[in-house]
């Protein structure tokens, strides 16, 4: 895992993030399992409820590039700094990166059963989706 490519890349999406409300900049980036890189960055709207997150970004990267199973994941502020994805992306990141999924955090890496313990997913609503973030319709 090259962490370094991976917030490098986190840190440069800051640069094209649309945030002229909270003027909080945030980039994501992460690897998937076949190798791709993926990306992401913050975009506010002036109904500031619908704001996208910059995983939500990288999440439909993600899955618009052919989907499969996040591996490693970090996202960052306009200093390049690890932060913590918000409580909705953290359920965004579980359903493609599963408990085994690796978040770069600012207390370093984790995974993502320690940042969402106990997580809700497919499994709670019977749903047999052996790997989550994989396509199965
Ligand atoms: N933000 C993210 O992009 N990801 C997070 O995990 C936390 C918050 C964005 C949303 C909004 O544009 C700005 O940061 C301030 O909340």
């Known amino acids: 895992m090259n962490w370094d490519d991976l917030v490098a890349l986190a840190h440069h999406m800051t640069q ?3 945030c002229p409300y909270s003027h909080y900049r945030v980039g994501a980036a992460g690897l998937a399992a076949d190798g791709r890189v993926v990306r992401g960055c913050n975009v ?3 109904a500031y409820g619908v704001a996208l997150c910059a ?3 990288l999440v439909s990267d993600l899955v618009a590039g052919g989907g499969g199973r996040l591996l490693a994941f970090v996202c960052v ?3 390049g700094a690890p932060i913590m994805p918000c409580g909705r992306c953290r359920q965004l990141l579980w359903e493609h990166g599963g408990p085994d999924l ?3 955090t600012p207390k370093g890496v984790m995974t993502m059963a320690d940042v969402l313990p106990q997580a809700f997913d497919a499994t709670d ?3 047999t989706v052996s790997s989550p973030g994989t396509r199965e319709d």
Request: glycine share 12%; hydrophobic share 40%.
């Open 125 to 127: 609503l019977g749903k």
């Open 16 to 18: 094209l993030s649309y």
């Open 44 to 46: 506010e709207n002036a």
């Open 102 to 104: 690796l978040v770069w």
């Open 77 to 79: 502020d306009a200093d």
């Open 55 to 57: 995983e939500c970004g």
